[in-house]
Every structure is written in C-alpha cells, then in structure tokens.
T-cell receptor, first 117, second 115 residues
Framework: AQTVTQSQPEMSVQEAETVTLSCTYD???????LFWYKQPPSRQMILVIR??????QNATENRFSVNFQKAAKSFSLKISDSQLGDAAMYFC??????????????FGAGTQVVVTP | GAGVSQSPSNKVTEKGKDVELRCDPI?????LYWYRQSLGQGLEFLIY????????KSGLPSDRFSAERTGGSVSTLTIQRTQQEDSAVYLC?????????????FGSGTRLTVV
C-alpha cells in the first residue's frame, strides 16, 4: 500500500516571498503520478500541478514548481512570489499507474499555507 | 455541466437518520469518485465508478454506506443510521476515461453534521 506524508501542518509566508511544502511517499511501484491540490475555504479541491514519475524534468506551472526526487521518494512544492490568494490547504496526492487501481488517490494530511501581507 | 455539482452544500441530521448526498459530474466524464474528509484530515477514498464496470467499493467504512450511479451520470451516496463519527465533508470528483496523468475535477462537497 502507498502512503503519503506531509510533515508540515502549517507554513507561513509573506507576500512576494517563496515557500516550499514537503511531501514524501512510499511505494514499490515504478509507474505512478503525483499531484498537488489546493483547497481554499470554499472546499473545492483545485489541481495545482502534476508530475509523471517517468519524467525526470520537474513540472512547472507559472509560480508553482515541484522538486521531484524519485530515488528519495520526495515531491516538494515551491510557491514563488506568494500572493494572498495562495492561502489555502495544500494536499499532496499519489496515484498508481496500474490500470486496476488508478481510480484511487492517496492523499497526505495537508499543509495549511498562511500568507501575510 | 461546467463543473461537478454536489447537493446539499450542508446537511444537519439527527443520529440514526438516513441521508442521501448527490453528485452531478461533468458531462462526458465516465469516472466518478467519492471521498470523505474528516475535520483536519486528508481525503479518504470511499468508492469509485468507471463506466459500466462494477464499482470499486473497497473504501466504504461499513455496510451503512452505499452508493449508486444512475445512467452513468448522477451518483447518490447514502448513509443509513447515521452516527456522529460520520460527520465530515463528503467530496465527489469526476474524470475523463483516460486517467493516466489526469487529475480529478472536484465538487465543493457536502458538509454533513450528525447531532
């Protein structure tokens, strides 16, 4: 079974600064996908960024980028030039590439990001 | 629809009552998922439907929980004889047929409070 661990319950960052959220996972699979989701107070989970395990290049989406260390099973999210709208709970998630189990995501416990003016 | 729609947004029920939570996925999405998010915790997988295949019910916590999906579209999650530990946000999501690398599109959830 796969597990996803987010060790930081809360992170605080000032506007325009950079914050990095950590995520580690445990798996014996070679084919999988990793995601970061954002959950604002509206409760709707919003996909921030995704990474295919077979790709060595780190994914980037505007101000969001990841540091994917496959051997270390680490998948951290960096938010650059933080904005007040970035304040939310962030979840790291794992999805198997196996056809018979792709329907299930394993989520971490989340990291609350607080952005101060 | 343009997004995943869930109703009701909030539900307060008395212990022992049955509740039904509804999810209307994005049009054309063949896969539909239910997750539960207890206070301060991550998401816990409950069940997912893929097309006409038998649903994967492996995450349902007890036989008081059931779900159905009619016509490959709308899904209803039913909790019978609700207990206080059932209080949580129930999130629904949908995705297209080709799952590899794709994330889900989530609804805004139903907050269930059992008193």
């Amino acid at each position: 079974a796969q597990t996803v661990t987010q060790s930081q319950p809360e992170m605080s960052v000032q506007e325009a600064e950079t914050v990095t959220l950590s995520c580690t996972y445990d798996t014996s699979e070679s084919d999988y996908y990793l995601f970061w989701y954002k959950q604002p107070p509206s409760r709707q989970m919003i996909l921030v960024i995704r990474q295919e395990a077979y790709k060595q290049q780190n994914a980037t989406e505007n101000r969001f980028s990841v540091n994917f260390q496959k051997a270390a099973k680490s998948f951290s999210l960096k938010i650059s030039d933080s904005q007040l709208g970035d304040a939310a709970m962030y979840f790291c998630a794992y999805r198997s590439g196996a056809t018979d189990s792709w329907g299930k995501f394993q989520f971490g416990a989340g990291t609350q990001v607080v952005v101060t003016p | 629809g343009a997004g995943v729609s869930q109703s009701p947004s909030n539900k307060v029920t008395e212990k022992g009552k049955d509740v039904e939570l509804r999810c209307d996925p994005i049009s054309g999405h063949t896969a539909l998922y239910w997750y539960r998010q207890s206070l301060g915790q991550g998401l816990e997988f409950l069940i997912y439907f893929q097309g006409n295949s038998a649903p994967d019910k492996s995450g349902l916590p007890s036989d008081r929980f059931s779900a159905e999906r009619t016509g490959g579209s709308v899904s209803t999650l039913t909790i019978q004889r609700t207990q206080q530990e059932d209080s949580a946000v129930y999130l629904c999501a949908s995705s297209s047929t080709i799952p590899q690398g794709n994330g889900y599109t989530f609804g805004s959830g139903t907050r269930l409070t059992v008193v």
